[in-house]
């Protein structure tokens, strides 16, 4: 999920939606120092945003928590989002263009053929 | 066991350099860590020191034979290096080595990636002095650019890292990763197929602690190296990066017209072995730098 959320560039449009054909839930140790310095680094819409079209969006709230450092069932939701939920297979979509970006294996895949590539 | 017979043959050699180098230096010679290339062929002592490079750590001769006093005594592997907390020998634990014995290579590697896999024991010597020293992988959000089969990322995952993303432009490459580290219960970590010199998202710039890479040295694509360096620059303050020893001083220059610090963390030996048809020798040693580069 982390970087489906966080990818932008020149020639990708921002924020990329996010499509996916097979989704993983796992279940991996929560690590609260990890998940509370992520935070500041995401942008919380998106991250909901993305949550919400796969699904996942019922317990999280809309905006981000105020002193979330503290708060360690919000902590552990996005942990959850994060790090547990996992697309396999699927796509990533510029809203510009349109151009898919695949995601096989749980990897996005962000090449772009030669002909797109402007220097 | 072979193993033993080689480590009773370095012990012995060790045994005799420290007698001579004894002599020498009762008759005022300066005795060098360069009597190390008398071992037998097929020995890989751990981390043999060029010599020539005014800013490579200066040990006494005291604090040389006990280096090599660890180096034949335990199972673990030693380095020296500068510290500057005075540690000028560092334990690079043989555990952790084993842990990654069983990470594969390239299946095909491809010349114009100039991929070379990065071997257990020197990832865990790159990582290790690392961590030991700055205390750059555990707990940190880490990066592995031009991570090939992930080698460093799962390294990097062992040591600790609170989370690591894998980028590199080879899904074939990836795919090897993913088989790799399927073994390890990793969950923390993330892939990324993409051109690290020219695709990363800009999302990502500051989002790591750490850079670690061995990226293409620039054989044969003149000038990847320092793009990887750049492009490392710009996700974290923080970047090491495996360069062969006989560059170092141009990277020095570099650093300064990027205006960031440069420091040799650790001189290693990469055994690279033969992986190329073009390769004549079964395998070359050569002589690389961890660089930190950080701001």
Redesign the interface.
């Known amino acids: 999920m982390?970087?489906s959320k966080?990818?932008?560039?020149?020639t990708?449009g921002?924020p990329l939606g996010i499509q996916a054909r097979e989704v993983k839930v796992?279940e991996?140790?929560f690590?609260i120092?990890?998940v509370s310095?992520?935070i500041p680094?995401l942008d919380y819409d998106t991250l909901w945003t993305a949550a919400d079209g796969l699904g996942y969006s019922t317990d999280l709230p809309k905006t981000l928590v105020e002193n979330y450092e503290s708060n360690e069932d919000f902590l552990k939701k996005i942990h959850h989002v994060l790090?547990?939920i996992e697309v396999l297979e699927g796509d990533l979509i510029c809203p510009e263009t349109g151009r898919k970006f695949p995601i096989?294996?749980?990897?996005?895949?962000?090449?772009?053929n030669e002909d797109e590539?402007k220097y | 066991m072979a193993l033993n017979t080689n480590r009773e043959l370095v012990n012995k050699k060790l045994l005799e350099e420290l007698e001579l180098n004894k002599k020498l230096l009762k008759q005022g010679g300066v005795p060098t860590l360069n009597s190390q290339n008398s071992l037998p062929a097929g020995l890989n002592p751990p981390n043999k020191k060029p010599l020539g490079h005014s800013d490579a750590p200066v040990l006494s001769a005291t604090q040389r034979s006990a280096l090599n006093l660890a180096r034949t005594q335990s199972y673990g592997y030693y380095i020296s290096q500068d510290s500057s907390f005075g540690n000028l020998i560092l334990p690079v634990l043989p555990q952790f080595d084993d842990n990654l014995q069983d990470v594969e290579g390239f299946d095909n590697p491809k010349i114009s990636l100039e991929q070379y896999t990065t071997t257990p024991h020197l990832s865990a010597c790159i990582l290790h002095s690392i961590q030991s020293t700055y205390g750059d992988i555990e707990g940190k959000i880490v990066a592995d650019l031009g991570c090939g089969c992930g080698i460093l990322s799962i390294g990097s995952l062992l040591l600790g890292s609170a989370y690591t993303v894998g980028f590199d432009i080879d899904t074939d490459a990836l795919e090897i990763f993913t088989s790799n580290i399927e073994d390890y219960e990793l969950l923390n970590y993330e892939l990324v197929a993409c051109d690290v010199t020219s695709g990363i998202s800009s999302k990502w710039e500051n989002f790591f602690d750490t850079v670690v890479m061995n990226p293409p040295f620039g054989t044969r694509n003149k000038g990847v190296d320092v793009e990887f360096i750049k492009a490392g620059l710009k996700l974290a303050s923080v970047v090491y990066s495996l360069h062969k020893t006989s560059t170092r001083d141009y990277f020095f220059k570099k650093s300064k017209e990027w205006n960031v610090n440069c420091k040799v963390v650790a001189e290693l030996k990469f055994d690279l072995p033969n992986t190329y048809k073009f390769h004549s020798k079964k395998s070359v040693d050569i002589f690389v730098d961890v660089l930190r580069f950080y701001r």
Request: net charge neutral; aromatic share 6%; glycine share 6%.
């Open positions: 982390l970087t966080c990818m932008k560039g020149v990708q921002y796992t991996s140790e690590n120092d990890f310095r992520v680094k790090l547990e096989t294996s749980g990897i996005p895949n962000m090449l772009l590539v």
